[in-house]
């Protein structure tokens, strides 16, 4: 796998290509905030309801073209 070039590049190219049915609103972030212990702990909850979000993108994405075929 490549390593990242630029943190912020790739932040700023998902938040202008994210579908909004699979971003991250202001109710996940305070779910997240109000139940991690430290801040180590909210990145890791944050990445995992990222990374939930994203397989969720992906199946809908299969789906879809399955049911064009």
Known sequence: MAMVKNT???IKE????IDVFYDLR???VNDI???SSN???M???AFRFGYMQGSKA???YINK???RK
Do not use: F, L
């Open 8 to 10: 912020m590049e790739v």
């Open 43 to 45: 990145i890791i909850n």
């Open 26 to 28: 202001v109710g996940n």
């Open 14 to 17: 998902a938040t202008d290509n």
């Open 65 to 67: 073209q399955k049911e």
């Open 33 to 35: 905030y109000c139940n």
């Open 39 to 41: 801040p180590i702990d």
């Open 58 to 60: 992906t199946k809908a």
